[in-house]
Structures are given as C-alpha cells and as structure tokens.
C-alpha cells in the first residue's frame, strides 16, 4: 500500500525558514515524490520534486534559490528545506507520490507567512 504522510508546516515571519517532511512508504522501484501548492482562491501549483532513480530535481521559477527537495539515504523520507520565506508562499502543502499513471497524494500542511 502506497502511503504518504506529510509535517512540519506552521506559522513564520517573512524571511524566515521551515522544513516540510513527507514520509512514503510503498512505492516500486522507479517513481518521483514532489510537492504541490494551493494557495486560497487560486489553483494548486507545482513546487519541487525529486526523481528516485537519479535523485534529479526540479523547481519552480517562484522558489528557486530559495527552496531545497532532498531525500534521505534510506529514501523513506523527502524533505522541503524552505528559505526567505514570503507571503506568497501562504499555501497548503501537498506532498505527492508518482510512479507510472499513479499519482498519489497526502494530506496536506499548511503553511502560513505572515508578520
């Protein structure tokens, strides 16, 4: 069973930091866990993701620089490393979980900047 658990959102002051966690479990051998966004009132957005078989990354152009996806070394776990963090940024985070046509989905965290 494909199972995705995401933490580590809260409140923080502009320019500051947070780490998201998305602990998986379950997926096969070749697959890719990123993280989504949806801001009130507006679409859910691509943020980051990590692809399993070569550990490449891709960002959005509204958080490169300033946000960093890694994994660890069992690769159960997917990071958000969130820097300078601002306003716009208020959103629900949505780790998800894509292998093959499957696309997988948890929770969600919100996240919240504000002063």
């Known amino acids: 069973q494909v199972l995705l658990v995401e933490s580590g959102g809260g409140l923080v002051q502009p320019g500051g930091s947070l780490r998201l966690s998305c602990a998986f479990s379950?997926?096969?051998?070749?697959?890719?866990i990123g993280w989504f966004r949806q801001a009130p009132g507006k679409e859910r957005e691509g943020v980051s993701c990590i692809n399993s078989s070569d550990g490449s990354t891709h960002y959005a152009d509204s958080v490169k620089g300033r946000f960093t996806i890694s994994r660890d070394k069992p690769m159960t776990t997917v990071f958000l490393q969130m820097n300078d963090l601002k306003p716009e940024d208020t959103a629900v985070y949505y780790c998800?979980?894509?292998?093959?046509?499957?696309?997988?989905w948890g929770q969600g965290t919100q996240v919240t900047v504000s002063s």
């Open positions: 998800t979980g894509t292998y093959g046509s499957v696309q997988v």
């Open positions: 379950g997926f096969p051998l070749d697959y890719s």
